[in-house]
């Protein structure tokens, strides 16, 4: 199994940035690549960021390039998304996933399929 847990959201006024940070334990050998998504209000879960289990693979949200960046941390237990010039449509529930270790080392997807584990997410909450 593979604990994932975020941190890092808040209530921040429009144009501030947030770092968001995912910590990853247990079996820390058994999953891919590290995911983001997010859900507002009302509306269904979307992929924002992933990166792939040998870093050489990042994707992003259309909507999202040029303000949010996803990394890792220090021996990979941690995976960040930075998230600059936040703006209302931000706002949401934003959580982490871990891909299924049957996927490739260079593989990550902004959808939902191929991701095994999840956090309980973190808010943000953007408004002035």
């Known amino acids: 199994q593979v604990q994932l847990v975020e941190s890092g959201g808040g209530l921040v006024q429009p144009g501030s940035s947030l770092r968001l940070s995912c910590a990853i334990s247990?079996?820390?050998?058994?999953?891919?690549?590290i995911g983001w998504f997010r859900q507002a209000p009302g509306k269904e879960r979307e992929g924002v960021a992933c990166i792939s289990n040998n870093s050489r693979v990042r994707k992003y949200l259309d909507s999202v390039k040029g303000r949010f960046t996803i990394s890792k941390g220090n021996a990979n237990k941690t995976v960040h998304l930075q998230i600059n010039n936040l703006k209302p449509d931000d706002t949401a529930i934003y959580y982490c996933?871990?891909?299924?270790?049957?996927?490739?080392?260079?593989?990550?997807?902004?959808?939902?399929?191929?991701?095994?584990?999840w956090g309980q997410g973190t808010q943000v909450t953007v408004s002035s």
């Open positions: 247990g079996a820390t050998w058994d999953y891919s690549a």
């Open positions: 996933a871990a891909g299924s270790a049957l996927r490739a080392s260079d593989w990550c997807a902004n959808s939902l399929d191929g991701y095994a584990y």
